[in-house]
């Protein structure tokens, strides 16, 4: 390996933070706010949709989605964004991760516009379009996750690189509010002109034809900020650690750098560096790799995959949960643009105050106090905090503590974002080969959205009331909310204990981590 290979990967750990590296934040980030747009719509969604195409003559309550189309609808872009992250985390190890990262994003924009555009002259044609795009929506974004992380990861410098890597991530937090935004005004902008009344009034009324251009519109303007980071995407030059260490184009990554980032090639220091060829060359499921990275690819997968069961169950029911407390009236007493507005503006308080705190505390803190503790205390904290709420269930659900019960339940979510919902997206970039890191975050990405599917199928079924005559209409009788938040409690103590396994690169050079390069005399 030639000399200016090793003086660009080091002078690129050793730049000072430029105004490229938060263009490349941006950049990367859109990915993660459609992919967070898209899951705070979709809960909004399935209620609507429910009382548009499945409402029963003559019924007493409002429509809603039968089991198994909710759980298609609420599932079907966690199964496209698992089998995205495995694809595309694997390509972007073969091709190079600038030459696909443009497919991801023209997916997610044309599947956004698409899903809103789902047609049919029945509900069963309308769900199964609306499916079949979100299917190619979550495999666009899947294959976000491993890409945007490992080209973070390669252009940071080792001092604030899991910053920028969170930073990356935490453009979710913006997705939650934009789409929070959208919803608000959409249907605020819907109830203003039409009037709808409540359910009780006018069963037929209270879902206007005019509705069904809500949820249209909520779900095709996540395509807008992902369509206009498009050209820049496109103008980002390949990773320099790609090009040196995979490539193995040591000229092509000094000048691309050269490009973007003030640095200076010929200043390098002269560094005494062997590379050790013969340990580089193992794949992925070698003996080599399972005696290196075995250990730490079980830690950031069975982490991801926990977290992802907690995480993504809470998103799904939270609305059932603000209308058990009080925050949202029944839905008979509202009409279909009215149950929109006060869910999303519900949910949007939560994600101001816990939710988005959360993730910038990591990106604050990740390089002061490590990705290892962070991940501790939350997992922690948020195993404590589901206790918390499921033990004395009943007193917080009682109509004299609903302002408390939700402060607990936000607390929840500022832990999973300053925890491991932020840290499980970071450690993969961080620990394993440049020929293999797309793969294995890919592979980690793809164990949590397993879990997520365990959340967005298991757990739609599992909170349902113990007393089927309770439960929502077509699910039988469940384990009730308690059981189902004492669960996850349990599960997010797992990943406390399989944190252990996972390494703290905190400090460490991208190649210290995976000891591509050994390194002899001092920097």
Known sequence: ???????????????????????????????????????????????LLGRLYYQVEGSSKPGSLPPNVASAVNGVAFCGTLAGQLFFGWLGDKMGRKRVYGITLMLMVGCSIASGLS?????????????????????????????????????????????????????????????????????FVFRYFFHPPPFAVSAIGSAPPQADYVWRIILMFGAVP????????????????????????ETKACQDMAKVLQIEIQEAKDEQVVITQERNTFGLWSKEFRSRHGLHLLGTTTTW?????????????????????????????????????????????????GTVPGYWATVLLIDRI???????????????????????????????????????????????????????????????????????????????????????????????SQDKSKADPGYPAGIGMRNSLLALAVICGFGFFFTLLVPDAKGKSLEEMSKEIDEEGEE
């Not at 747009?37 to 209620?47: E, G, M, N, P, Q």
């Not at 379009?129 to 495999?139: A, I, M, N, P, S």
């Not at 998103?315 to 009080?326: E, W």
């Not at 919902?421 to 080969?433: K, L, M, Q, Y």
């Open 1 to 47: 390996m030639a000399r200016d290979q090793l003086q660009v990967l080091s002078l690129v750990d050793q730049a000072k933070t430029q105004l490229y590296h938060f263009t490349a934040v941006v950049i990367a980030g859109m990915g993660f706010f459609t992919d967070s747009y898209d899951l705070f719509c979709i809960s909004l969604v399935t209620k």
């Open 119 to 187: 047609f049919g002259h029945s509900p069963e044609a309308v769900v199964a379009t609306l499916c079949f795009f979100r299917f190619w929506l979550g495999f666009g974004i899947g294959g976000d996750y491993p890409l945007s992380a490992t080209i973070m990861a390669e252009y940071s410098n080792k001092k604030t690189r899991g910053s920028f890597i969170a930073a990356v991530f935490a453009m979710q937090g913006f997705g939650i509010l934009a789409g929070g935004a959208v919803a608000i005004l959409v249907s």
């Open 226 to 249: 992902a369509g206009l980071t498009y050209y820049w995407r496109m103008k980002m030059p390949e990773t320099p650690r790609y090009t040196a260490l995979v490539a193995k184009d």
């Open 305 to 353: 995959f926990l977290l992802d069961i907690a995480y993504y169950s809470q998103n799904l029911f939270q609305k059932d949960i603000f209308s058990a407390v009080g925050w949202i009236p029944n839905a008979k007493y509202m009409s279909a643009i009215d149950e929109v507005y006060m869910i999303a503006r519900a949910q949007t308080l939560i994600a101001l105050c």
């Open 370 to 464: 490590g990705r290892f503790a962070i991940q501790l205390i939350g997992f922690f904290c948020m195993t404590g905090f589901m206790l918390a709420l499921a033990i004395p269930y009943q007193h917080w659900k009682s109509q004299t503590n609903p302002i408390g019960f939700v402060v607990m339940y936000g607390l929840t979510f500022f832990f999973a974002n300053f925890g491991p919902n932020s840290t499980t997206f970071v450690v993969p970039a961080e620990i394993f080969p440049a020929r293999l890191r797309s793969t294995c975050h890919g592979i980690s990405a793809a164990s949590g959205k397993a879990g997520a599917i365990v959340g967005a199928f298991g757990f739609l079924y599992a909170s349902q």
